[in-house]
């Protein structure tokens, strides 16, 4: 299976991957971190936007909002979920915007895409010079040295005939700038079941190191890992929604 598989060969099953998230949850609470933190303006930008279903709540919201991505066919169906929407072909980790912008999101760890502390960089100036002045970035992160390589998530969803098994977790040596997703998907059609394995490689970071990347260029503001409620990082849990301003 190739290294992008999921997200080029099977990507008519992403959604399904992805069914239990509650995309309308995450928006509506980076919507109110934008709020609090940043200017009245509606223009928004999704990295890594997949197909697409934060970029529609951020629509309906009111916002301007486009998406961008590495691979095109989550770009054609995130082009139909959302057809007031602009979406490039592009890399998160040295992206350009023919406008500044109000809000930049990127959900669901995809920060981690950047595949090395460099493009990582690279991601945190593109994102910088997108920016208005005031203007705010916020993201997911999981802290590597608080991984356990023994947790992941699993869900089955049905289609048609067939019902799918999904299963992902995160997988880290203990030292290095890279960590692992692992996927499973599982399918399985009148008793016959086909199996796919799926790596990918991410950048592994800490949050001391995320801190001191982002600091140059933003001011930093943490929370818990938590969409129903905006409530500060306890300093220990290992993933946390990262606010960030541009100064």
């Given at each position: 299976?190739?290294?992008?598989?999921?997200?080029t060969?099977?990507?008519?099953?992403?959604?399904?991957?992805?069914?239990?998230?509650?995309?309308?949850?995450?928006?509506?609470?980076i919507?109110?971190?934008?709020?609090?933190?940043?200017?009245?303006?509606?223009?928004?930008?999704?990295?890594?936007?997949?197909?697409?279903?934060?970029v529609?709540?951020?629509?309906d919201?009111?916002?301007?909002?486009?998406?961008?991505d590495?691979?095109?066919?989550?770009?054609?169906?995130?082009?139909?979920?959302?057809?007031?929407?602009?979406?490039?072909?592009?890399?998160?980790?040295?992206?350009?915007?023919?406008?500044?912008?109000?809000?930049?999101t990127?959900?669901?760890?995809?920060i981690?895409?950047?595949?090395?502390?460099?493009?990582?960089?690279?991601?945190?100036?593109?994102?910088?010079?997108?920016?208005?002045?005031?203007?705010?970035?916020c993201?997911?992160?999981?802290?590597?040295?608080?991984?356990?390589?023994?947790?992941?998530?699993?869900?089955?969803?049905?289609?048609?005939?067939?019902?799918?098994?999904?299963?992902s977790?995160?997988?880290?040596?203990?030292?290095?700038?890279?960590?692992?997703?692992?996927?499973?998907?599982?399918?399985?059609?009148?008793?016959?079941?086909?199996?796919?394995?799926?790596?990918?490689?991410?950048?592994?970071?800490?949050?001391?190191?995320?801190?001191?990347?982002?600091?140059?260029?933003?001011?930093?503001?943490?929370?818990?890992?938590?969409?129903?409620?905006?409530i500060?990082w306890?300093?220990?849990?290992?993933?946390?929604?990262?606010?960030?301003?541009?100064?």
């Amino acid at each position: 299976m190739s290294t992008n598989a999921l997200y080029t060969d099977l990507s008519g099953y992403y959604d399904l991957m992805c069914a239990d998230i509650d995309y309308q949850a995450q928006s509506h609470c980076i919507r109110r971190l934008h709020q609090i933190f940043g200017n009245d303006g509606k223009t928004h930008l999704d990295l890594a936007c997949g197909t697409g279903p934060h970029v529609r709540h951020f629509i309906d919201f009111g916002y301007q909002s486009n998406g961008l991505d590495l691979n095109q066919p989550m770009l054609d169906r995130a082009a139909v979920r959302c057809p007031e929407a602009e979406f490039s072909l592009q890399n998160m980790s040295e992206f350009s915007v023919s406008e500044p912008l109000d809000l930049i999101t990127c959900f669901l760890y995809s920060i981690h895409y950047n595949d090395g502390i460099e493009n990582l960089k690279k991601c945190i100036e593109s994102v910088h010079r997108s920016l208005k002045d005031g203007g705010i970035f916020c993201f997911n992160v999981v802290d590597k040295d608080k991984i356990s390589n023994e947790l992941f998530v699993k869900h089955n969803a049905k289609f048609d005939d067939d019902t799918f098994s999904f299963r992902s977790g995160w997988d880290y040596s203990g030292e290095g700038e890279r960590q692992l997703l692992k996927l499973c998907i599982e399918k399985t059609t009148d008793g016959e079941t086909q199996i796919w394995h799926d790596e990918h490689p991410m950048v592994a970071v800490n949050y001391m190191t995320m801190i001191e990347l982002l600091k140059p260029y933003f001011e930093v503001h943490m929370f818990e890992h938590d969409y129903e409620k905006l409530i500060p990082w306890n300093e220990k849990s290992g993933n946390a929604i990262f606010a960030c301003v541009k100064i």
